[in-house]
């Protein structure tokens, strides 16, 4: 079986309540030389998943922007994806998990819809 859209997850179920934590690396572009240039691909942070009882790494594209919340906000995740990377090795192979998301956003809780719209005005 093939899953070339990777695994698609549900927020609730798979991470609980998950709280901001930190920027943990850029990916740059490599152009078509091979060189590393400054325009950023995607950028993957630190997220706290009460859920997974542990801290999660979810990358997101460069064009949903630079994500600066406070440390411990509550966030979630705009269409959620798992999906691996496979890595020959002697004995078969090893695979990598990881997580994508379009966006990490507010937590929209009762009473901060009007914030959530805020920031996303901001945006544009």
């Known amino acids: 079986m093939r899953l070339a859209e990777g695994i698609v997850l549900e927020n609730e179920k798979t ?3 998950l709280k901001f934590s930190a920027l943990r690396r850029e990916v740059k572009v ?6 590393v240039t400054e325009e950023i691909k995607e950028r993957t942070y630190d997220l706290k998943s009460k859920g997974q009882g542990r801290m ?5 594209p460069a ?5 600066q919340f406070d440390y411990n ?4 995740l705009v269409n959620p994806v ?3 990377v496979a890595t020959a ?3 078969g192979a090893d695979v990598d998990w990881y997580i994508k998301a379009d966006d990490i956003v ?3 809780l009762q009473g901060n819809t009007q914030q959530n719209q805020k920031i996303n005005q901001d945006k544009k």
Do not use: H, P, Y
């Open 63 to 67: 064009k949903a922007g630079d994500k």
């Open 30 to 35: 490599v152009n078509e030389e091979g060189v």
């Open 73 to 76: 906000t509550e966030v979630e």
């Open 89 to 91: 090795t002697f004995r």
């Open 56 to 60: 999660i790494q979810v990358s997101i």
């Open 106 to 108: 507010l937590k929209r």
């Open 15 to 17: 991470f609980g309540v």
């Open 82 to 84: 798992a999906d691996t």
